[in-house]
């Protein structure tokens, strides 16, 4: 897409938001345009080195001038990147969630359809719920995903509204199209804001500078040795390159489409990576998991990518252990992408 493009980016201040606003600045894209909720944290600094034209909060009046047609002339929209959205998975308050994961983008997505946009939407790894049918990137088993919280549930109606307008397909009366993202455990700089969402390798790092020791839950599976759940655990930056490759390259791809590693790591590998990154002895305490937590918890998640290798995209990607010493190198300087 020409340099000159313009790109909106929804929840462009978050962790994968403002990734893929620094990526999309490495490659000479300028004319962006940011919406968040900055509220009276620190989620701020994930702004201050990153290049954009304007910035906006998202509240009603936001989505207001979407419905009006206000921001249509002057911002020609040609790309919507949707990550504004709660990404709080243990969020009590089904209410909030369907307003903002589900109304909020409906409003989005029918914006597009009218100004014929290219939207790229956060969808959610979370909607496979336990996994028993899988974690294939299949619109067509959609009905059958059964997520474990309410903000998978957020994610999935989502997904099956677009499934259900035809969104996924070519659209008669519009050039609009629509991808959406599944995202595994998604962990790098600028997620210092997330407080209980933060990931478990920032977590780590605060562990092992503070007392040398990192505290992983124990297993209650015979299958699984404590510290042996697993994960496909994604570096941020690889998290962004793989959603603007569906901008570029994979322009002519629609549907759901898995945003992982497509591998499986133990928490016992993150703990250790993180060692090593910082140069520590290992030292891993087990302890007990909270009750409320025991039934829902996941021993295994893994996303195919087949789909998304298979579309073209075939850059390699951070392993665990490049990724914990790219991470790290931030961290001891509290540093932010672009500092």
Known sequence: MDKNSWILVTGG?????????YELNQMGYRNIVIVDHLGEGEKWQNLRALDFVDYAEKDSAFYEMLAAGDLEEEYPFEVVFHLGNCSDTTEP???????????CGKLLADYCVRRGIRMIYASSAATYGDGEVGFVDDETELEKLRPLNKYGYSKQIFDQYLLRKHYFEPLPTSKASFVGVKYSNVFGPNEYHKGKMRSMLLRCFEQISAKGQVALFKSYRKEYGDGEQVRDFL?????????IFFMNEGAACTGL????????????DLAKAM???????VDI??????????ARYQYYTCLDINKIRKAGYTAPLFSLEDAAKDYVSYLKRGAHLGD
């Open 13 to 21: 201040a978050g962790l994968i938001g403002s990734a893929i606003v």
């Open 93 to 103: 308050d089904a209410s909030y969630l369907i307003g903002n994961n589900f109304d």
């Open 235 to 243: 570096y941020v930056r690889d998290a962004a390159k793989m959603t």
């Open 257 to 268: 489409y898995n945003i992982g590693y497509g591998e499986t790591r133990s928490w016992n």
């Open 275 to 281: 060692f090593a990154a910082m140069d520590k002895p």
């Open 285 to 294: 305490q087990y302890i007990e998991m909270p009750e409320e937590l025991k």
